[in-house]
């Protein structure tokens, strides 16, 4: 069989990871994904690095078994923590969302002052900074732990008083204080939170493909605007880069899949999964399956 008819392995600590794989199902129609959502275990952004790295590995040894062609880390937390430790089990490649992100912030910043939210141990890991810093050494970088935000979003409360209060507690800071030009959204929840975001700090959408459902039902098409802040949504510049991977080593696909070729697993909570998928993302996923990490 060639290769390229393969699926891409695509996991999360949880559900957020769909906001990765619906820009993949969006922006690469002809590939076909294996998506594997930690529910058991999640949240990992609050673990230690080495839990994060072993959680990690079991999800890539299943992933591998599946024969996928390129597997694509969508949660920033393991993106952050354990891209390297997933790089050494195989020889496939191996996409994580924090150095495109990096890369579309650096396009996108004018003043060179950027700042990141995410889970505590993605900012802790100092990942984005690095990768920023590599690209652009006079950057300066503003990183800001946000994890309430993961619980809102997974409550549905995208659009509510207690989500503004937290954005500005979270966020004055580094718009007044830090005074930041460019803001990444490092977390696999925060792009649904980027209408509500975007109309509490005065910010304009980098790299969101048009009609994806958020709060605000917001147009994407807005790239620049005069003395705003742009937001960098991390998924969307990962699903450019494994287009651009795939062309690179042959491997993309050329015939078009539909939805039901996707398959879903999640380690706890398959309805819980399905529900928010289709109140949250708009997405009908009929196919999940149950996976415990001890079978992994
Ligand atoms: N998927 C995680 C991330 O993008 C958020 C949820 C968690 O803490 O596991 O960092």
Do not use: W
Request: hydrophobic fraction near 40%; include cysteine.
């Amino acid at each position: 069989m060639e290769r390229n008819h393969l699926p891409i392995g695509v996991f999360d600590s949880g559900v957020g990871g769909l906001t990765v794989a619906r820009e993949i199902f969006r922006n690469l129609p002809n590939e076909k994904i294996i998506y594997y959502g930690d529910t058991a275990r999640v949240p990992y952004g609050n673990k230690s690095a080495d839990t994060i790295k072993r959680y990690s590995r079991q999800i890539t040894r299943f992933l591998l078994s599946k024969d996928v062609k390129a597997i694509v880390i969508a949660c920033n937390t393991a993106s952050a923590l354990a891209l390297d430790a997933v790089r050494e089990m195989t020889d496939i490649p191996v996409i994580g969302v924090v150095e495109p992100g990096a890369r579309a912030a650096v396009s996108a910043t004018s003043s060179g002052r950027i700042g990141i939210i995410g889970t505590s141990a993605t900012i802790t890991s100092g990942l984005y900074d690095r990768y920023i810093k590599e690209m652009m050494p006079s950057a300066q970088v503003f990183g800001k732990a946000c994890p309430l935000f993961v619980h809102l979003v997974e409550e549905g409360m995208l659009d509510d008083s207690v989500t503004v209060e937290m954005i500005h507690r979270y966020l004055d800071d580094l718009i007044k204080n830090d005074n930041i030009d460019t803001l990444i959204l490092g977390c696999t929840h925060y792009p649904l939170l980027r209408s509500v975001i975007a109309r509490e700090i005065g910010g304009v959408f980098s790299g969101y493909t048009k009609e994806l459902p958020d709060a605000g039902g917001a147009s994407n098409a807005a790239v620049s605007g005069e003395g705003k802040i742009t937001l960098v949504n991390p998924a969307y510049t990962t699903a450019m880069e494994l287009s651009q991977v795939l062309k690179e080593c042959g491997l993309a696909s050329e015939a078009p899949v539909s939805f039901s070729d996707h398959q879903f697993y999640v380690s706890d909570g398959p309805d819980n999964f399905r529900a928010f998928a289709s109140e949250i993302l708009e997405l009908t996923i009929d196919n999940v399956s149950l996976m415990l990490t001890d079978q992994l």
